[in-house]
């Protein structure tokens, strides 16, 4: 069965580095998403990604983050200096139409 | 923003026992998704509704899309041990350059065999 897969499955990173999570959406999806939940939390909308642009992004989501499709598979979420508050799981999810997939998560630790 | 409130925040059940959620919102969505999360994984999905008053079942769980379009419930019937997790709604709305899908605040499933 097509799956959404996510790598690495943790990152560890000094304050202050950039970090790149990456996502490999299912492949005749259309539609992508990136969210963070920080432990024990909500699972909260940072961007979603439609045509090779943003469609709409949070609050969460400032000039520290991008994301990028940089080819037919991948999909990156950047985070340009980390913060200590940065620290969570990131989910990369897809959708072809209505049903949306996530991936397994990374859990991002800036310490 | 959009907020999605979901009721209770946790339960804590006999294995056997019927269990019942709720997702609220102030606006309507055009899809209703249910997902569940064990701990230190990605939501699964578990059910999918497409339009008002649908009613959906997946096994032992039932799900229904509201009428008023703000509101969806989840149902799970005869609980085990393995049904632990939370439980995320999830509200997909469409419409010209919006593709925003919002989860809501979780139940917690605790189940005592």
């Known amino acids: 069965e097509p799956e959404v897969t996510q790598t690495p499955s943790h990152q560890v990173t000094q304050m202050g580095q950039e970090v790149i999570l990456r996502c490999v959406p299912i492949?005749?999806?259309?539609?992508f998403y990136w969210y963070r939940q920080i432990l024990g939390q909500k699972v909260e909308f940072l961007v979603s990604?439609?045509?090779?642009?943003?469609?709409?992004k949070s609050e969460i989501f400032d000039d520290q983050f991008s994301v990028e499709r940089p080819d037919g598979s991948n999909f990156t979420l950047k985070i340009r200096s980390t913060k200590l508050e940065d620290s969570a799981m990131y989910f990369c999810?897809?959708?072809?139409?209505?049903?949306?997939?996530f991936g397994q998560g990374t859990r991002l630790t800036v310490v | 923003g959009q907020q999605l409130n979901q009721s209770p925040q946790s339960m804590f059940i006999q294995e056997g026992e019927d269990v019942s959620m709720n997702c609220t919102s102030s606006?309507?969505?055009?899809?209703w998704l249910w997902y569940k999360q064990d701990p230190g994984e990605g939501p699964v999905l578990l059910i999918a509704l497409y339009k008002a008053g649908e009613l959906t079942s997946n096994g032992r769980l039932t799900a229904q899309f509201g009428i008023t379009r703000k509101d969806s419930f989840l149902n799970i019937s005869a609980s085990i041990p393995s049904d632990v997790g939370i439980y995320f709604c999830?509200?997909?709305?469409?419409?010209?350059?919006?593709?925003?899908?919002?989860f809501g605040t979780g139940t917690l499933l605790a189940v005592q065999p």
């Open positions: 492949s005749n999806h259309l539609y």
């Open positions: 990604f439609y045509n090779n642009e943003i469609s709409e």
């Open positions: 999810a897809s959708r072809f139409d209505t049903e949306a997939f």
């Open positions: 999830a509200g997909l709305l469409l419409g010209g350059a919006t593709n925003k899908l919002i």
């Open positions: 606006s309507i969505f055009n899809t």
